[in-house]
């Protein structure tokens, strides 16, 4: 067995005999001799003199004064004797949990210094060999590797195994990120978009691997424990982009650059959206405290990412990403909006498929029914980088100035202690409906964070033209005539998505893809970019309503309100509010969080009288400051 000391960053050995090592303090840190690890028979502990045992008195003292106290003099190099004690297995079982866990940290910090993604991918934790060293050990190694857990649908029974072979490591796992892995396609199919087949046969492959998951963590007792922290970190093929490994997309990108592939990359799938199947048959989690799901390139579709949500009867707290595409047809987009939501129509995949704003509205009533205090939800919806572009209404022609979407967010939010919204097309709706008949309450709401979009739902522009800038300066560098065989055409709406052509030397018929035309439909070509400026007209009534819920919201420590519109030098809209004892971005000087603030970054703007009369009337002593 060979002896090791390991010494704490901040001193280094710089030579070593018989029982007497000679280590440098270089920084204000302490001297770590811990352990060494003989893996068959024996463990070492070193202790240094009779002032430090380790660890227990080191523990106890400040590092710096114990440092210096030990060794006075910097970058001096000091003579230190030390002894082994050997441990047997026995000998360490005698030892107190408390210690061999903590021993245990240190080789937890030996860990290999960060990797990129595909590394990452393929590094091996040099933690698990040191669990077969004793009982004690086994606890305080796996309550760090089963801590935290990432495993793709195809190893869940793999987890399966290991997690019921060992009942105790189901109550170490505090996170576990799950990865859906959907089925591969071939080379060929890379060239062709998804048909509804391919479609059906990935709904049913997530909905597979969420049931799985869910009738094994159903069967969890952990003593009223619902701690566990659920994050669908990624849903993919094989086939999809990066996961076809370094090798192969390098390779695939190099075949099509020299015209030997045809590959539509994400643009074969991007329109499709996942659906969960049977949900009534999903059982419900006790033990899941938090939910988390990402904006992944293979979105849920909102209906099933809520319907999911509700299973977890304890949940605290959720993050929804989901995804909001452009859409051409207006009356699709209204459908999508609305349509179950006024009707109360069960769900329906056909309705979802649509290609138009998602139907949140439908489902987010059903979330009032978990104990919820934290909500984050990013909706993404990408503005148009045309500004002549007219963005169809999401509106109802029935209900014109209703917007159902925010009346739901609206409710949901006054039961929440924090809420979150990014890239959402909203309306004042969200903050104060246009039809209350009282006044109403958030009397938890610590939190109300919301990023919203350049459009509002009815297609009105939030911004204007900044009469300063010439029209000239309005393009980046495109002209309508770059390319006039790339205007849009009268064919049907999926026929203009994609049109097929045969070529003889090839055995299957590759889709094209008009990037240029979708975003000319989608309204992101050209590019004219020129409205930077608040329009009065609807960012006044947005801003009212914000100042007069948040005089509603006794408990507020901070409130924003931000536009993913961005000027010329990256400047954006920017209204926030801190309440007293809460530090912000422009607090400087020791007393600026005395009392509360409502910062604007809007430029030379100014919201009209009304819009700072309700913010004063509802804050005693706030400071309103505009910077520029």
Known sequence: MSDMVIVRPGFTIVGRQNKSIWIKWVDDAILATNICCAMVSTVVMITIGERWVFPYNAAKENPRVLAKSLFPIQNYIYECNYTIHLITHAGMDRLPQELVTHVASFVEHQEEPALDFFERQKAVSKLPPYATLSRKWQLAIESRTFRSLQCKSSELPTLIHFLTRQPHRKRLLLFLAYDVVLPTYTDNECARFETAEDMQKNNQAFTYAIHALFQFLKTWDRENDSSLVLDLFDIYSPMDGWHRGPDKYKEDQEQIDIG????????????????????????????????RTHTHSRPIEP???????????????????????????????????????????????????????????????????????EFKLDFYHHDPCNHYFSTPSALLPSAPSTDHLSLALHTLSQSLFSLRLDTVVISFDLYWPSNLFTPPTWP????YHVDFNMTAPDGAWYFVRDPSKPEDEDEEGVNDSDDSDDEPDTESDSDSYSDSFFDSSSVFRPDT??????????????????????????????????ARSAACMPKLEEMSLTSTMRGPKGAGFEVRFYAVGQVGHDDFEPGDSDQARLDWFVGAWRPNDDVLHVWREGRDGLLVRFIE
């Open 260 to 291: 030997k592939r045809h590959d539509l990359w994400e643009h074969r799938y991007e329109k499709s959206l996942l659906h969960l199947l049977d949900h009534p048959k999903l059982p419900t989690l006790p033990c899941v405290s938090t939910l």
């Open 444 to 447: 938890n709401m610590r939190q």
């Open 303 to 373: 209906n099933s990412a809520i319907l999911l949500t509700t299973k977890l009867p304890n949940a605290e707290s959720v993050t929804l990403n989901l995804r909001e595409k452009p859409r051409k047809d207006p009356h699709v987009r209204q459908q999508a909006r609305h349509d179950s939501f006024l009707a109360s129509a069960p769900f329906t995949s056909s309705n979802s498929l649509a290609l138009s704003l998602l139907d949140l509205a439908v489902a987010l009533p059903a979330l009032s029914t978990l104990p919820l205090r």
């Open 513 to 546: 893809f008009n990037e240029r035309r979708e975003e000319r439909a989608a309204g992101n070509y050209p590019i004219r970019c020129f409205r930077t400026l608040p329009s009065d007209t609807f960012i006044n009534p947005l801003l009212l309503a914000m």
